[in-house]
């Protein structure tokens, strides 16, 4: 009986943890849809809504309503300024706990010949709560770093794997590679996604450092790790 008992016991405490990690998370309550048009492009959109469990997912929920403009679309794809045809921009759901939500936004020609993939990263609690942000809040860097010091690092990082496995021809990357096409391929503030593994993973875009029918490349790394590197 008293072993019934413990294992009782200790089945309801996993049972709460999951409950609990269910309800930490953010559950889409409904999607933006609609059409934006500009002079050689039309776009349509698939957003999120969030039910809300504190008053600051409000925020998340108004970025993405926002997000609905194409000027506010443009800034995040730069790419949908000279782009032609019809576009279709949606999402899908990252990291997403009591600490982090993040969603990978995804604009594809119809054709499918072209596709970018730009992650935004939301803090769900703390002094930033509801707000998008960057590496650094991520880190818990802010003024104690050199934000180009961060940079830096993460270039650093980057370029030492893509140096090692640039010789594989399998994986398609450009010719005549160096640590300055890396760096001037992607902005670690923001170009960043979390995933459910606690990494962050790095994003570049099709075309930049590999041929574009490889997609978007990533390179995850745990925040342990830049930190160790950083300081």
């Known amino acids: 009986m008293k072993r019934l008992l413990l294992l009782t016991a200790a089945l309801l405490v996993v049972f709460s943890a999951v409950c609990m990690a269910v309800e930490e998370s953010l559950a889409v309550r409904e999607e933006l849809t609609g059409v934006q048009e500009a002079d ?62 993040c969603v990978i936004l995804h604009a594809e020609t119809v054709d499918g010949a072209g596709k970018e993939s730009r992650a935004v990263n939301f803090a769900r609690n703390g002094v930033y709560a509801g707000q998008k942000i960057d590496l650094m809040q991520v880190l818990g860097l802010e003024n104690e770093v050199d934000p180009e010091a961060l940079n830096d690092t993460v270039f ?42 606690g990494n962050v ?24 790790e830049l930190l160790a590197t950083i300081k």
């Open 40 to 101: 050689s492009t039309t776009v349509y959109y698939t957003l999120p809504q969030f039910e809300q469990q504190y008053p600051e997912d409000g925020y998340i929920n108004q970025f993405f309503a926002q997000l609905c403009e194409l000027e506010m679309l443009t800034e995040l794809f730069p790419s949908l300024a000279y782009t032609q045809g019809d576009l279709h921009v949606g999402y899908e759901i990252g990291r997403n706990d009591e600490r982090y939500l």
């Open 156 to 197: 650093d990082l980057v370029w030492q794997q893509v140096e090692k496995s640039s010789g594989n021809m399998d994986l398609g990357y450009l010719d005549g590679l160096t640590a300055e096409t890396v760096s001037g391929a992607f902005d670690p503030k923001w170009d960043f996604r979390l995933d459910k593994n």
């Open 201 to 224: 993973v790095f994003m570049i875009q099709p075309g930049e450092i590999a041929a574009e029918m490889e997609g978007v490349l990533e390179y995850p790394f745990l925040p342990e």
